[in-house]
């Protein structure tokens, strides 16, 4: 580390041209190559839904899994079959821009395959195109089959603009179902990654209070995120990467890229006035602060791919594209900022630093700022702050225990949208259950037995939550049949969910009775009931393996069996608390009105682990930039209380100050319209509060201080078999007295 900070200080101009060649070769390949190709590929190994997906691309009838969406049509005065006549020609016209991706269009007047001649309908055609129409004759449902299970923003708008065509005083026209979410998620107003950058700039600016040591961390964090988003571009041509998976990278850059310099930038300022030469204060905060950022990085990778022990195809690109932009960001980090330290030269200082150590009039005096303070305060009486904190973590905590895993519908989108609107007017006209319909798809030498339909229909019929006159058949194809009904229920509701699970479980096999044809329950809801059932199988070990890999790392590092324990003991409780949080408000509908995202509804499948991820990693940067501190003074002094007052003092404040900017980034996501995106930020903005400012700067320091010099205490035997990995140079050690000494 030593001869990197030196060759990075000597070498600067080559580092800085090194970065610009990296980032603009970077986005010149990714530009190249097309450009992002992003794409949400959702497959759920080993599920009902997934054998579905397999039995109609069999038969050759892929677009069935294509997405679906509709055009709400509601005549506000008189009937609705009065405007057929314009009503009609531009529901056509949707096939007409192939890019707009419709297969066919079904609606009360008539059924149109795209790119087919129009055919006669047939007497059930003619049924299911009228049961598109409410009993009162003032809504029609134009549904929209796509031939891809992605539709894109482009499409969305276009198809859009299109029907908009028809609004008129006497007909309300809007969109909705999974196909236009994507309208709603569109970004508006000031994207959050601004947000971030402005509060950044406003607390470095506190912090540092000096323009060139402001506007250094955010150089860096551009720089990786420069690279890091041309190399996520580039990795959505090798293999499916989300399309959030941009937005979370930027985030996540911005976040660790800020955290990583202050700590780095910190340790450089002290050490100059401590009397060092630039390159000198360099090589030690890169010897010191800089191995703890290198340690940290690596931990916030592990913990994202981490996502990937899951087993569910649309997290990989995240995972690998997320840790792609962290490990360039510590990059970053240990290259181009000593380099750019080293232009500045003292100027990252303050002017009155600056003649302060030119008249030797420095200050260095342990004994001052609020953080000082506040360590001697948890040293005095760490007892009552650590039952405090615990007291508050265990309250937050306890909603969780009542999660409920599936998908929110549409009924939580802000009541503004037009996804609302049609979800609104669908369950005043159908009925709530309307929304999320529910296929029985029959596979099998059965699938054209008029007996055995029956048979599956009668027993549907009489189930509770089923509207009974809903139950329709169609064949499909050969050995392949689909009966569709329609629930009682909205698809976020726990009834739905439990009337899924009660058909699969209890109603159909009796049926089936283990013979060649099978029944499988399909649809919306019943996809996300197999992506809970998949998630909620690995979650355990996937949360056992970032924990069990991170207890090691930090054992390793620290020599240390408590510090680790304590440390996933402190991160699983910072979690719980977060969970705690999002269940209360999303789940629970607490103060979700003021955040315009209805009334409340399940926590989306994939989110816990999401958040376990992220936030486990950037709870071990918080806790590997606090604890190595307090090791290096331990190594020095072998004083439990002096080390751990001395690590608190001169890192809360860093911590806390990057805990602030990692807040206001997260708390932009409040602004948009999307729910799950605002889930994101709450959750993730009131997790690091709890990190930050519960456990770093009074549940850790006090537990340290109870345990005395047991959280240094490491056994023998593991001595002998575990590698050596320090933390803290013993030669930047030296140099720093050394120099200190000399000044």
Same mark, same amino acid.
């Given at each position: 580390?030593?001869?990197?900070?030196?060759?990075?200080?000597?070498?600067?101009?080559?580092?800085?041209?090194?970065?610009?060649?990296?980032?603009?070769?970077?986005?010149?390949?990714?530009?190249?190559?097309?450009?992002?190709?992003?794409?949400?590929?959702?497959?759920?190994?080993?599920?009902?839904?997934?054998?579905?997906? =397999?039995?109609?691309?069999?038969?050759?009838?892929?677009?069935?899994?294509? +997405?679906?969406?509709?055009?709400?049509?509601?005549?506000?005065?008189? =009937?609705?079959?009065?405007?057929?006549?314009?009503?009609?020609?531009?529901?056509?016209?949707?096939?007409?821009?192939?890019?707009?991706?419709?297969?066919?269009?079904?609606?009360?007047?008539?059924?149109?395959?795209?790119?087919?001649?129009?055919?006669?309908?047939?007497?059930?055609?003619?049924?299911?195109?009228?049961?598109?129409?409410?009993?009162?004759?003032?809504?029609?449902?134009?549904?929209?089959?796509?031939?891809?299970?992605?539709?894109?923003?482009?499409?969305?708008?276009?198809?859009?603009?299109?029907?908009?065509?028809?609004?008129?005083?006497?007909?309300?026209?809007?969109?909705?179902?999974?196909?236009?979410?994507?309208?709603?998620?569109?970004?508006?107003?000031?994207?959050?990654?601004?947000?971030?950058?402005?509060?950044?700039?406003?607390?470095?600016?506190?912090?540092?209070?000096?323009?060139?040591?402001?506007?250094?961390?955010?150089?860096?964090?551009?720089?990786?995120?420069?690279?890091?988003?041309?190399?996520?571009?580039?990795?959505?041509?090798?293999?499916?990467?989300?399309? /959030?998976?941009?937005?979370?990278?930027?985030?996540?850059? #911005?976040?660790?890229?800020?955290?990583?310099?202050?700590?780095?930038?910190?340790?450089?300022?002290?050490?100059?006035?401590?009397?060092?030469?630039?390159?000198?204060?360099?090589?030690?905060?890169?010897?010191?602060?800089?191995?703890?950022?290198?340690?940290?990085?690596?931990?916030?990778?592990?913990?994202?791919?981490?996502?990937?022990?899951?087993?569910?195809? /649309?997290?990989?690109?995240?995972?690998?594209?997320?840790?792609?932009? %962290?490990?360039?960001?510590?990059?970053?980090? #240990?290259?181009?900022?000593?380099?750019?330290?080293?232009?500045?030269?003292?100027?990252?200082?303050?002017?009155?630093?600056?003649?302060?150590?030119?008249?030797?009039?420095?200050?260095?005096?342990?004994?001052?700022?609020?953080?000082?303070? &506040?360590?001697?305060?948890?040293?005095?009486?760490?007892?009552?702050? @650590?039952?405090? @904190?615990?007291?508050?973590?265990?309250?937050?905590?306890?909603?969780? /225990?009542?999660?409920?895993?599936?998908?929110?519908?549409?009924?939580?989108?802000?009541?503004?949208?037009?996804?609302?609107?049609?979800?609104? #007017?669908?369950?005043?006209?159908?009925?709530?259950?309307?929304?999320?319909?529910?296929?029985?798809?029959?596979?099998?030498?059965?699938?054209?037995?008029?007996?055995?339909?029956?048979?599956?229909?009668?027993?549907?019929?009489?189930?509770?939550?089923?509207?009974?006159?809903?139950? *329709?058949?169609?064949?499909?194809? =050969?050995?392949?049949?689909?009966?569709?009904?329609?629930?009682?229920?909205?698809?976020?509701?726990?009834?739905?969910?439990?009337?899924?699970?009660?058909?699969?479980?209890?109603?159909?096999?009796?049926?089936?009775?283990?013979?060649?044809? *099978?029944?499988?329950?399909?649809?919306? !809801?019943?996809?996300?009931?197999?992506?809970?059932?998949?998630?909620?199988?690995?979650?355990?070990?996937?949360?056992? +393996?970032?924990?069990?890999?991170?207890?090691?790392?930090?054992?390793?590092?620290?020599?240390?069996?408590?510090?680790?324990?304590?440390?996933?003991?402190?991160?699983?409780?910072?979690?719980?608390?977060?969970?705690?949080?999002?269940?209360?408000?999303?789940?629970?509908?607490?103060?979700?009105?003021?955040?315009?995202?209805?009334?409340?509804?399940?926590?989306?499948?994939?989110?816990? %682990?999401?958040?376990?991820?992220?936030?486990?990693?950037?709870?071990?940067?918080?806790?590997?930039?606090?604890?190595?501190?307090?090791?290096?003074?331990?190594?020095?002094?072998?004083?439990?209380?002096?080390?751990?007052?001395?690590?608190?003092?001169?890192?809360?404040?860093?911590?806390?100050?990057?805990?602030?900017?990692?807040?206001?980034?997260?708390?932009?996501?409040?602004?948009?319209?999307?729910?799950?995106?605002?889930?994101?930020?709450?959750?993730?903005?009131?997790?690091?509060?709890?990190?930050?400012?519960?456990?770093?700067?009074?549940?850790?320091?006090?537990?340290? *201080?109870?345990?005395?010099?047991?959280? &240094? @205490?490491?056994?023998?035997?593991?001595?002998?078999?575990?590698?050596?990995?320090?933390?803290?140079?013993?030669?930047?050690? *030296? !140099?720093?007295?050394?120099?200190?000494?000399?000044?």
């Amino acid at each position: 580390m030593q001869r990197l900070a030196r060759f990075a200080v000597r070498q600067r101009w080559t580092v800085v041209g090194v970065w610009l060649a990296v980032i603009l070769g970077a986005n010149f390949i990714s530009q190249a190559a097309g450009g992002a190709s992003y794409k949400n590929d959702f497959k759920l190994p080993h599920t009902e839904a997934q054998t579905v997906a =397999k039995l109609l691309t069999s038969a050759g009838l892929d677009k069935q899994n294509g +997405a679906v969406g509709t055009v709400v049509l509601h005549a506000t005065s008189g =009937k609705l079959a009065d405007q057929a006549a314009k009503i009609q020609p531009v529901l056509a016209a949707l096939c007409q821009p192939a890019s707009n991706g419709i297969a066919s269009v079904t609606s009360p007047f008539g059924t149109l395959t795209c790119g087919s001649p129009v055919t006669t309908p047939t007497a059930a055609g003619r049924a299911s195109e009228a049961a598109l129409l409410s009993s009162d004759g003032t809504i029609g449902l134009a549904q929209l089959q796509f031939a891809k299970p992605e539709v894109l923003l482009p499409a969305a708008n276009s198809i859009q603009k299109a029907t908009d065509t028809l609004k008129s005083p006497t007909l309300q026209v809007e969109l909705t179902g999974d196909a236009f979410q994507i309208l709603g998620q569109a970004q508006k107003g000031i994207p959050p990654e601004l947000i971030g950058i402005i509060a950044a700039l406003i607390i470095l600016a506190l912090v540092f209070r000096t323009f060139l040591a402001t506007i250094l961390p955010l150089v860096s964090a551009a720089a990786a995120a420069g690279t890091g988003l041309a190399a996520i571009a580039l990795l959505s041509h090798v293999m499916s990467v989300a399309d /959030f998976a941009t937005q979370l990278a930027t985030l996540m850059i #911005l976040g660790c890229g800020i955290d990583y310099a202050l700590f780095i930038v910190t340790r450089h300022r002290k050490n100059l006035l401590n009397g060092m030469t630039v390159e000198d204060s360099v090589t030690v905060a890169l010897n010191t602060s800089g191995r703890a950022v290198m340690f940290a990085g690596i931990t916030v990778c592990i913990a994202i791919l981490g996502l990937c022990a899951l087993q569910v195809s /649309f997290l990989y690109g995240v995972a690998v594209g997320t840790a792609i932009g %962290v490990l360039l960001t510590m990059l970053a980090s #240990l290259t181009l900022m000593p380099a750019l330290l080293g232009f500045i030269g003292l100027k990252v200082l303050t002017r009155k630093q600056r003649r302060a150590l030119e008249g030797h009039t420095v200050d260095l005096s342990e004994k001052h700022g609020i953080w000082y303070r &506040w360590s001697h305060t948890i040293e005095r009486r760490p007892i009552l702050p @650590a039952i405090g @904190a615990i007291a508050v973590l265990v309250l937050l905590a306890i909603p969780f /225990f009542g999660i409920r895993l599936g998908n929110s519908d549409q009924g939580n989108d802000p009541s503004s949208s037009t996804t609302r609107k049609g979800y609104d #007017l669908i369950a005043q006209g159908f009925g709530p259950g309307y929304n999320g319909k529910l296929e029985l798809v029959v596979s099998g030498p059965k699938a054209a037995d008029p007996a055995f339909l029956k048979t599956v229909t009668s027993t549907l019929a009489s189930q509770p939550g089923v509207v009974p006159t809903s139950i *329709h058949t169609q064949e499909l194809a =050969k050995g392949l049949a689909f009966v569709g009904f329609t629930p009682t229920t909205t698809p976020q509701d726990q009834k739905t969910t439990d009337l899924v699970k009660h058909l699969r479980s209890s109603v159909l096999p009796p049926i089936v009775n283990s013979g060649q044809t *099978h029944v499988y329950v399909y649809g919306i !809801t019943a996809v996300q009931v197999d992506f809970a059932k998949v998630l909620q199988a690995k979650m355990p070990v996937f949360f056992l +393996a970032v924990i069990g890999l991170s207890f090691l790392l930090l054992m390793v590092a620290f020599r240390s069996i408590v510090i680790p324990l304590t440390a996933a003991v402190m991160n699983v409780l910072a979690a719980g608390a977060s969970f705690g949080l999002i269940v209360a408000i999303f789940q629970w509908g607490w103060g979700s009105e003021l955040l315009g995202i209805g009334k409340g509804g399940p926590i989306e499948p994939f989110i816990p %682990v999401m958040f376990f991820a992220i936030l486990f990693g950037l709870s071990m940067d918080y806790q590997v930039f606090l604890v190595s501190r307090m090791h290096e003074e331990w190594t020095k002094t072998h004083d439990n209380k002096r080390a751990i007052t001395i690590g608190q003092g001169e890192t809360g404040g860093i911590i806390t100050a990057a805990a602030v900017i990692m807040i206001a980034v997260f708390s932009g996501f409040v602004l948009g319209d999307n729910r799950v995106i605002k889930l994101f930020g709450i959750g993730l903005g009131g997790a690091i509060f709890i990190d930050a400012f519960l456990l770093r700067t009074i549940l850790v320091p006090s537990l340290m *201080h109870l345990f005395g010099k047991a959280n &240094w @205490a490491y056994p023998k035997f593991l001595e002998k078999v575990t590698p050596q990995i320090s933390l803290e140079s013993a030669e930047a050690e *030296h !140099t720093e007295e050394d120099l200190a000494r000399v000044g």
